[in-house]
Structures are given as structure tokens and as C-alpha cells.
């Protein structure tokens, strides 16, 4: 097990840090401090190494679109209508930042800021650790948190992702995930993918994909992916994905929440969370050029990742049942995400 750090390069005025940690099979994972992204997932591949997932070689390249690629999205993952919610019986304004509502943490969310890092290591597997402590005067939410973000990976070559806040003096909220987009083939489109989610139900929204408290039965929609099911057709159909499934629902807890895998590579990623909601987005438009590290130069196209955001199911503030986002005032809330790879047996 190793870890290697170097820095990468200068973003807002900040040095940005790179943190590789490397299993004995030969896999790593690279994050950087900047926005806690996740920026390599690189695994053995024919006489070199793959990376799964759509990134830059620099920092900036993050920060030029509206995609979130990569990067920790919090407090609060999904979009609060309105930007409001009720704490304690009295209504809460948030930052709006898309249509009126607030969407991903609000234009200065977690993946705003550059955190703080240290490193750990054990016989099996090997961990960054991000912290940082975010002020109502930061990112416009109530109340002060410790919020801890920390990669391990480890020699069964998963990648888990545990999110923790400790609140402060008032009640908060705290609902993150990671943007992570994934393509595990080498072509420019997820044409060879094929997906299994565990869920039988996706969330009703309205026109700004604001969930109406209804939930919809997948059966005989794009959406049915309780078998294997090809991405890239189901897409088609649905004319892209930007949906929440509901999972992890009685019965299949214990079944990963959702597997991904190219047919070409035999490539698999396999996806176990401990949360409701787990939201698929393939980017179905663009509205600025991309160019992925993986692309050599050629503009990204519509649909050629896909992100798998685990989290507790959207604008659940407002919505009864959809699950508790409340961070106690002096509590601690914490939740883990499994991204586990290997080759399709």
C-alpha cells in the first residue's frame, strides 16, 4: 500500500494538493483537495492502466462547466424547492441557485472549497482524509459544521467514501454525495455499458425536476433496470437520464444498490450505499465544450458518462418519508458509500 502526494497546480488562488493512494493489486484512486474531487480511479487494463472515470489533468478544467464532474457536492446533494425548508418550526431561506431552488449545496457548496488533508495507512488499505469547517457566512446554510470526507481503498480494490459532520449551535442539514462520472470502455459513448439498479420505484417530478412526493413503478419504462439493461439504448429512450431511484427498500438492503459494467473490458463496478435515493445523470447536454483527459483532444459528446450519486433521496426536507437530512445542532450524521471493482465473472 502506498500514498503519494505532489502538487498539482494553483486554482483561486489556491495550491492544490494531489493524493494517490495505491493497493497491492496495482489499482489507485487520486483526489485533490480542491473540491474533494475524485479525479482518477485507475485500474489494470491490458499492458497499462485504465482510468473508469471522465477528468482533467487540471483543476481549472473542473471548474469551466456546469457538469459538478467529480467533485463532493454538499451540505446538501439534489435541489431543495424553493430553496426552503422548516427547522424547528420556523422557515428557512437557502441560496438559490437554479430556477429558484437550491440546487447541489448552492453556489458555494462543498466542492467550492479547498480542504484540508492527512493520510493514513494499515496492512490493507490506505486513506485520505478531507475536513473542513463550514460557517453560515460560507455557503449560506444554518448553522457551523465540521464536515470530514475520507477516501479509503483497500486490497479488495473498493473504494469506500465516508461523509460525516459534527453540527454546531443550530440544527443543519447534511446530505452529500460525490459527482463521479463513470465510462468504463474506451469508446465515447456508453454503447457497451450495461446497468442492474435495485429499485423498482423512481421519484415523480415537475418541470424543474423537483420531486412532487409521488413515486412511479419503473415496470415498462426506460427506467427498468432490475436486470441488465444497456445504457446507452435506455437512454435513448428516455432522452437522457437526470432520474432518482428509490433503493435500498424493505427486503434489499443487503443487494448492492446498483452495478455497472462494460461488456468490451469486462470492466464492473458494483455500488452499495446506506442511503434511499441514488440519482443517475448521464449529461444528455452540453452547454460549454468539454475535453476529457481520455479523449485526446476531441469535445466530449452528450451521454458519454454516467454518474451513480448515492444519496438520501432528494428535497427530502419537504417531502414526509423521503428521509431525515437534519443535522442535530451539537450531533454527528455520518454515511458511506462502496464503489467496488472487478471484471465480469
Partial sequence: MDIFRKELDTFDGHTVTQITLVNDNGVE??????????????????AGKKNLLL???????YYANAQNICKVIGRVAGRIAHGKCELNG?????????????????????????????????KNSVSVIFQKK???????????????????LNNN?????????????????????NHVYFNLSDRQ??????????????????????PTGRVKDVEDTPLDFREFRNVKVAAD?????????????????????????????????TIDSDRNGLVMYNMPALDTEIKFTRDQGK?????EGLALEAQTLPDAINQENFGDIILPKNGKRSYHIQFAYDKIK
Fill in 134 to 152: 463550514i460557517t453560515e457566512k460560507m455557503d449560506g446554510f444554518p448553522g457551523n459544521i465540521l464536515a470530514t470526507i475520507i477516501y479509503t
Fill in 299 to 303: 469535445p466530449a459528446i452528450p451521454g
Fill in 55 to 61: 477528468s482533467f489533468d487540471h483543476t481549472k478544467d
Fill in 189 to 210: 459513448d456508453l454503447s457497451s455499458h450495461s446497468l442492474k439498479i435495485n429499485s423498482s420505484a423512481t421519484l415523480e417530478t415537475d418541470e424543474n425536476n423537483i
Fill in 90 to 122: 420556523e422557515q428557512v431561506q437557502l441560496p438559490q441557485n437554479e430556477n429558484g431552488n437550491t440546487l447541489h449545496g448552492g453556489a458555494n457548496g462543498f466542492s467550492t472549497y479547498n480542504w484540508n488533508y492527512t493520510t493514513s495507512r494499515n
Fill in 157 to 177: 480494490n473498493k473504494v469506500t467514501i465516508a461523509f460525516s459532520a459534527l453540527g454546531g449551535s443550530k440544527d443543519s442539514l447534511f446530505n452529500p454525495t
Fill in 29 to 46: 484512486i487520486s483526489c485533490l483537495t480542491m473540491g474533494a474531487i475524485w479525479q482518477a480511479f485507475n485500474v489494470p487494463s491490458g
Fill in 237 to 269: 429512450e428516455a432522452d437522457g437520464f437526470d432520474d432518482a431511484f428509490v433503493v435500498n427498500q424493505p427486503g434489499k438492503g443487503t443487494e448492492p444498490i446498483a452495478v455497472l459494467r462494460d461488456e468490451d473490458s469486462g470492466h464492473q463496478i
